[in-house]
Protein backbone atom coordinates (compact mmCIF):
# COMPACT_ATOMS: atom_id res chain seq x y z
CA UNK A 1 0.00 0.00 0.00
CA UNK A 2 1.59 3.13 -1.26
CA UNK A 3 1.54 5.84 1.40
CA UNK A 4 2.33 10.06 0.81
CA UNK A 5 3.57 12.30 2.90
CA UNK A 6 3.35 15.77 2.27
CA UNK A 7 5.28 18.52 4.11
CA UNK A 8 6.79 21.91 3.71
CA UNK A 9 3.75 24.10 4.43
CA UNK A 10 3.49 27.55 6.16
CA UNK A 11 2.67 30.98 6.35
CA UNK A 12 4.79 33.20 4.15
CA UNK A 13 4.41 36.57 2.85
CA UNK A 14 3.29 37.98 -0.76
CA UNK A 15 6.49 37.45 -3.05
CA UNK A 16 7.82 34.54 -0.98
CA UNK A 17 8.66 31.50 -1.66
CA UNK A 18 8.23 27.46 -0.01
CA UNK A 19 9.40 24.16 -1.11
CA UNK A 20 6.59 21.52 -0.85
CA UNK A 21 7.92 17.67 -0.51
CA UNK A 22 5.95 14.56 -1.00
CA UNK A 23 7.67 11.50 0.11
CA UNK A 24 6.46 8.18 -1.19
CA UNK A 25 6.62 4.83 1.04
CA UNK A 26 5.93 1.36 -0.71
CA UNK A 27 5.73 2.40 -4.38
CA UNK A 28 8.94 4.07 -6.40
CA UNK A 29 7.85 7.24 -7.69
CA UNK A 30 9.94 7.12 -10.61
CA UNK A 31 7.12 4.47 -12.23
CA UNK A 32 4.31 6.97 -11.77
CA UNK A 33 2.58 10.51 -12.22
CA UNK A 34 2.96 12.43 -9.20
CA UNK A 35 0.85 15.65 -9.18
CA UNK A 36 0.13 18.50 -7.08
CA UNK A 37 -3.55 19.81 -6.47
CA UNK A 38 -4.63 22.49 -4.23
CA UNK A 39 -8.14 23.62 -2.53
CA UNK A 40 -9.12 26.45 -0.85
CA UNK A 41 -11.48 26.70 1.43
CA UNK A 42 -14.59 26.87 0.41
CA UNK A 43 -13.76 26.20 -3.68
CA UNK A 44 -12.91 22.79 -5.25
CA UNK A 45 -9.77 21.23 -5.98
CA UNK A 46 -7.97 22.33 -9.07
CA UNK A 47 -4.78 20.89 -10.25
CA UNK A 48 -1.24 22.56 -9.93
CA UNK A 49 1.23 20.75 -11.76
CA UNK A 50 2.38 17.05 -12.29
CA UNK A 51 5.71 15.02 -13.68
CA UNK A 52 5.18 12.06 -15.18
CA UNK A 53 7.13 8.62 -15.19
CA UNK A 54 10.10 8.26 -17.80
CA UNK A 55 11.43 11.23 -19.00
CA UNK A 56 9.83 13.29 -16.47
CA UNK A 57 7.48 15.40 -18.38
CA UNK A 58 6.13 18.29 -16.69
CA UNK A 59 2.43 19.81 -16.40
CA UNK A 60 1.22 22.80 -15.27
CA UNK A 61 -1.46 25.10 -14.67
CA UNK A 62 -1.79 28.40 -16.19
CA UNK A 63 -2.11 30.15 -12.99
CA UNK A 64 1.39 28.74 -11.55
CA UNK A 65 3.20 28.46 -14.78
CA UNK A 66 6.80 30.20 -14.55
CA UNK A 67 6.35 30.65 -10.66
CA UNK A 68 6.02 26.90 -9.60
CA UNK A 69 8.27 24.42 -10.56
CA UNK A 70 8.06 20.71 -10.43
CA UNK A 71 10.74 17.86 -10.32
CA UNK A 72 11.45 14.74 -8.65
CA UNK A 73 14.61 13.22 -6.68
CA UNK A 74 14.31 9.17 -7.58
CA UNK A 75 17.28 8.21 -5.01
CA UNK A 76 14.83 9.92 -1.89
CA UNK A 77 11.65 8.90 -3.45
CA UNK A 78 10.15 12.58 -3.69
CA UNK A 79 8.69 14.91 -5.61
CA UNK A 80 8.92 18.46 -4.65
CA UNK A 81 7.18 21.69 -5.62
CA UNK A 82 9.06 24.89 -5.76
CA UNK A 83 6.98 27.86 -5.12
CA UNK A 84 8.26 31.32 -5.97
CA UNK A 85 6.17 35.00 -6.26
CA UNK A 86 4.00 33.68 -3.75
CA UNK A 87 0.70 35.84 -4.17
CA UNK A 88 -2.70 35.30 -1.71
CA UNK A 89 -4.36 33.69 -4.07
CA UNK A 90 -1.94 30.69 -4.05
CA UNK A 91 -3.59 29.92 -0.43
CA UNK A 92 -4.72 26.39 -0.08
CA UNK A 93 -4.45 22.95 1.11
CA UNK A 94 -2.12 21.18 -1.04
CA UNK A 95 -2.21 17.85 -1.94
CA UNK A 96 -0.18 15.00 -3.52
CA UNK A 97 -1.23 12.17 -5.67
CA UNK A 98 -0.10 9.82 -7.26
CA UNK A 99 -1.60 8.02 -11.18
CA UNK A 100 -0.36 4.91 -12.81
CA UNK A 101 -1.85 5.74 -15.86
CA UNK A 102 0.88 5.13 -18.85
CA UNK A 103 0.74 5.65 -22.36
CA UNK A 104 0.02 8.74 -24.09
CA UNK A 105 0.13 11.31 -21.04
CA UNK A 106 -1.60 14.82 -22.25
CA UNK A 107 -2.21 18.05 -20.90
CA UNK A 108 -6.03 16.77 -20.01
CA UNK A 109 -4.94 13.61 -18.67
CA UNK A 110 -2.76 15.13 -16.29
CA UNK A 111 -5.21 17.84 -15.12
CA UNK A 112 -8.02 15.11 -14.44
CA UNK A 113 -8.22 14.07 -10.36
CA UNK A 114 -10.24 11.18 -11.45
CA UNK A 115 -6.56 9.62 -12.82
CA UNK A 116 -5.10 9.82 -9.58
CA UNK A 117 -5.99 6.70 -7.03
CA UNK A 118 -3.49 7.69 -4.07
CA UNK A 119 -3.45 10.80 -2.26
CA UNK A 120 -1.80 12.16 0.58
CA UNK A 121 -2.94 14.15 3.57
CA UNK A 122 -2.70 17.66 2.48
CA UNK A 123 -0.33 20.65 3.70
CA UNK A 124 -1.38 24.28 4.59
CA UNK A 125 0.00 27.08 2.65
CA UNK A 126 -0.70 30.53 3.88
CA UNK A 127 0.64 33.48 1.75
CA UNK A 128 0.10 37.05 3.27
CA UNK A 129 -0.36 40.36 1.44
Known amino acids: QVQLVESGGGLVQAGGSLRLSCAAS????????VAWFRQAPGKERTFVAA????????FYADSVKDRFTISRDNAKNTVFLQMNSLKPEDTAVYYCALSGVVGLITDAVARSANNYGNWGQGTQVTVSS
Open 51 to 58: IWSGAGKT
Open 26 to 33: GRSLSSYG
